[in-house]
C-alpha cells in the first residue's frame, strides 16, 4: 500500500538486549536427540540466549531495549506520545506494556500490546506510522520482545532447537513528507492456517463445579514446521512484490532484505525467488535463532551500529509467522 499520508515518519534510532546465558547446539542434543550438525544444516542456527533467572520477563528486555535506543536520540522519556509493544510472551495477560511505559518513566504515552507473533513488529511499526502520518502523535517507540523459551517444550525437538529470547526498539518521529522513511507496506492474516503455528488455551476436561465454565492455562508452543516453512517461502515472495510494485521500486534498487529470522534456508530460499542475491540478506539467526517479534529489530540494530545499512540505502523488511501473519514494509535510511 502506497502512504497517502500528511506527514512522514523519520527513524530516530534503534536499540536492543539479549540475555547473557547461552545455549548452544551441542548443549541441546545432550537435553533432546539431535546433533549440533543436524540443527545447522537445517536451520542455520548454532546458539541462541535464554533469560534466566527468577522474576525476569520481556518487561525487562523490552525496557533495556528501549533505554538502549532512546539513549541514541535527544528526546526524553516524556517526549513519547505512544508506546506499542510487539510480544506474544507477556508476563501479564492484561498486557505488559504498561510496565515498560513506568520503567521508562514515559508517563505521557499511552501504552499497549500488539500479538502478532512473529509479525508483531511489523504489523507495530505500521500501525505505529499510521498515529504519525496523521499527525496525532509525534514520537512512537516500538518495541519487538519475546521470551519464547518460557514457553518452550524443551523435550520437543521439533520446537526447542528454534528458538531464543531478545528484544529490539525503534523510535519514530513524524516529519516533513520529504524526510520521509517509510515508503510502504503489505500486511496478511490467513486465520485458516492457524493450526499450523500456535500457543493455544488448554481447558480442563471438566468444568467448574457449580458454573458450566471449562478453565484451564496456556499449553506450550506446538508447530508444523513443514507447513509453515512452505508458507513463508511461497507468501512472503508475494507480499514483497505487491509492496515493491505498490511502490514502483524494482528488485534491483533494494540494498537491504531483512527477513524474520527463522531459518536460514527460509531466508535464503526467500531470496532467491525473488533473485537478490543473498549477501544482500541481513542475517544473525546463527547467534540468537528464532526471537519470535525481536528478530527484525535485533537484526535491525546490529546492521545499523555495525556500518552494514548506510545512509538512502532500500531495505524491505518482513515478518511470518503465527497467525498466520506476515507482512512487509519498505524503508529508505537516513543517517
Ligand atoms: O517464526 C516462524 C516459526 N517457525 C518456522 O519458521 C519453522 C519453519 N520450519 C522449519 O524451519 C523446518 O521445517 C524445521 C527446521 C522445523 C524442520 O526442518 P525440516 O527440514 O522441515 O525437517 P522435517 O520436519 O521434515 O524432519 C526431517 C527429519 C524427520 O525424520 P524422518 O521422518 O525423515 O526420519 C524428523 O523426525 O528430521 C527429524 N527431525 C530431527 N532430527 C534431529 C526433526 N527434528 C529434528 C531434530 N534433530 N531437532
Known sequence: MTLLSMQGV?????????????????????????????????????????????????????????????????????????????????????????????????????????????SGFVFGVVTASQFLQTGSYKVVLVIGADVLSKWTNWSDRNTCILFGDGAGAIVLQNCSLEKNQLLGFQLNTDGLHWNHLKLSYKEESKPHSSLNIYQGSFNYISMNGKEVYKFAVSQVPLSIMKCLQSLDISVSEINWLLLHQANERILTAVADKLSISRSKVIMNLNKYGNTSAASIPLALDEAVCEHKIVNNDIVVVSGFGAGLTWGTFVLQWRS
Open 10 to 118: 523519520k527513524i530516530l534510532a534503534t536499540g536492543s538486549a539479549i540475555p547473557h546465558s547461552v545455549l548452544n547446539n551441542h548443549q541441546i542434543s545432550n537435553m533432546v536427540e539431535t546433533s549440533d550438525d543436524w540443527i545447522t544444516t537445517r536451520t542455520g542456527i548454532e546458539e541462541r540466549r535464554l533469560l534466566t533467572g527468577e522474576n525476569k520477563s520481556v518487561v525487562d528486555l523490552g525496557t533495556l531495549a528501549a533505554l538502549k535506543a532512546i539513549s541514541k536520540t535527544n528526546i526524553s522519556p516524556l517526549d513519547i506520545d505512544l508506546i506499542i509493544l510487539a510480544t506474544s510472551s507477556p508476563n501479564d495477560l492484561f498486557g505488559s506494556a504498561s510496565q515498560i511505559q513506568a520503567r521508562l518513566n514515559a508517563s505521557k504515552a499511552v501504552a499497549f500490546d500488539l500479538t502478532a507473533a512473529c
